[in-house]
C-alpha cells in the first residue's frame, strides 16, 4: 500500500531522490574508507532509496524508447541517473562478494549506457559488447594496415585521454552553473535543464571507465577464486593420501617356545610371539627388511669392513722386524731423556714461582 502511494504522488518520488543524491554526494566528496561503519551505513542507505526510486519510476512509465531527450520534462531528467548512482555504490560494497558486486555493477551501468544511446545522449560503444560490424575501430585497423593490437592501444589511449579533458570540462561547467544559481533551480528552468544534462554525460564518461575496471578486475578475482579451489582439492588429496596406521597390538615377546606356552597360557588374550615369529611377522607386513633381499652395495660394503677387520688382526699377529724393533728402541729412550730434562708440573706452575 505504501509503495502504491509513493507511485501516486510524483512530490514524493521526488523527495525520496533527493534524499538519496545528498547522501550519495556526501559519500563522493568524503576521505574515508568504504570499510568504515559510518559511510558503509551511509552506502546501504542510498541504495534503499535509489531502489526505491526506480522502482517508483518503472511504475510510472517516466521513461519511453520511442521518445528523444527533448521530450523529456526537465525534472525526469534526474531519473536518468539511478542506475549510474546505483553501479556507483554497488561497486563499493564489502569485498567478500566481490564477484557477485561487480556483476550488479556492471548491470547498472549497462543499462545506464543503454537509455542513454536510446535517447541520443551518447553513441559510445559499450565495453564488453562485440563489435558491430562497420565499427569505425575497426575499419581504422584493416585500413591502416598496422597490427590490429597496437591500433587498438593507440585508439583506447586517444578515447581516454579524450574522456579525461571532457570530464574536466563537465566538472568545470557543473561548478560554473551551481555558483551562479547558488543551488536554487527555482528561478531558472533552462540552467536546472543544462545542469542535470551535463551531469548525464559525466557520469557517461564515468560509466564507461567503471566498466573497463570491471572488465580488468573480474580477470583477476576468478583466477584467485580458482586459486583457492584448487588449494582446497590438493589440501584434500593429501589428506586423503596420508592413510593412518593401524594402531599397533599389545604382544608378548618371549626367547623360546617354551616361555611362549607358559605366556600364552597365562594371557591367552594377548598374542604371543617368539623373538624369531615376530621378526618373521613384521617381515611379511613390510615393516622390517627382509635380510635375503638386502642391496649388494650393502653386502660389498660389509665384505669390505669384514675384510679391513681381518688384514688389522694379521698385523697384529704378525711378527715384528728387527727395524721395527729398534725403531720402538729408539723412540723409549729419547722419552727416557725428555723426562730427565722437563720434570713432572713444570710447564702448569699457574703463575706461581
Given at each position: 500500500m505504501a509503495e502504491a502511494g509513493v507511485a501516486d504522488d510524483p512530490k514524493k518520488v521526488t523527495e525520496i531522490f533527493?534524499?538519496?543524491?545528498?547522501?550519495?554526494?556526501?559519500?563522493?566528496?568524503?576521505?574515508?574508507?568504504?570499510?568504515?561503519?559510518?559511510?558503509?551505513?551511509?552506502?546501504?542507505?542510498?541504495?534503499?532509496l535509489f531502489e526505491e526510486s526506480t522502482r517508483t519510476v518503472s511504475l510510472l512509465g517516466v521513461f519511453s524508447s520511442n521518445e528523444g531527450v527533448e521530450e523529456i520534462a526537465t525534472e525526469d531528467l534526474k531519473f536518468l541517473l539511478l542506475p549510474a548512482f546505483l553501479g556507483s555504490l554497488t561497486i563499493r560494497l564489502e569485498q567478500k562478494d566481490r564477484i557477485r558486486h561487480l556483476d550488479a555493477a556492471e548491470t547498472y551501468f549497462k543499462d545506464f549506457l543503454k537509455r542513454c544511446k536510446e535517447y541520443g545522449l551518447t553513441d559510445v560503444k559499450i565495453p564488453g559488447k562485440e563489435v558491430e560490424d562497420g565499427d569505425s575501430d575497426s575499419n581504422t585497423a584493416v585500413s591502416s594496415g598496422a597490427p590490429p593490437n597496437l591500433v587498438s592501444m593507440v585508439l583506447s589511449r586517444n578515447e581516454k585521454l579524450r574522456r579525461y579533458r571532457q570530464q574536466k570540462e563537465y566538472e568545470a561547467?557543473?561548478?560554473?552553473?551551481?555558483?551562479s544559481t547558488n543551488g536554487d533551480w527555482s528561478c531558472n528552468e533552462e540552467q536546472r535543464r543544462d545542469y542535470l544534462l551535463t551531469l548525464i554525460r559525466y557520469w557517461i564518461n564515468r560509466a564507461v571507465e567503471e566498466l573497463l575496471s570491471i572488465e580488468m578486475e573480474r580477470p583477476i578475482l576468478q583466477h584467485m577464486e580458482e586459486m583457492k579451489i584448487k588449494g582446497k582439492k590438493v589440501k584434500e588429496d593429501d589428506s586423503n593420501a596420508k592413510k593412518k596406521r593401524p594402531p599397533l597390538q599389545t604382544v608378548i615377546l618371549t626367547k623360546d617356545k617354551v616361555q611362549k606356552a607358559v605366556f600364552g597360557a597365562g594371557y591367552p588374550s594377548l598374542p604371543t610371539y617368539t623373538v624369531d615369529e615376530f621378526y618373521e611377522q613384521r617381515i611379511k607386513s613390510g615393516e622390517f627388511p627382509d635380510p635375503c633381499c638386502r642391496p649388494a652395495n650393502l653386502c660389498q660394503h660389509n665384505s669390505n669392513e669384514k675384510a679391513q677387520k681381518d688384514q688389522g688382526s694379521d698385523d697384529e699377529d704378525r711378527p715384528k722386524t728387527e727395524l721395527?724393533?729398534?725403531?720402538?728402541?729408539?723412540?723409549?729412550?729419547?722419552?727416557?731423556d725428555y723426562k730427565d730434562t722437563h720434570r713432572r708440573g713444570w710447564g702448569n706452575r699457574m703463575n706461581r714461582s
Open positions: 533527493e534524499d538519496g543524491f545528498k547522501m550519495f554526494q556526501s559519500i563522493e566528496k568524503s576521505q574515508e574508507s568504504s570499510s568504515s561503519s559510518e559511510i558503509y551505513a551511509q552506502i546501504k542507505n542510498a541504495i534503499k561547467h557543473i561548478d560554473e552553473l551551481i555558483r721395527e724393533e729398534a725403531d720402538e728402541l729408539k723412540k723409549a729412550r729419547e722419552w727416557d
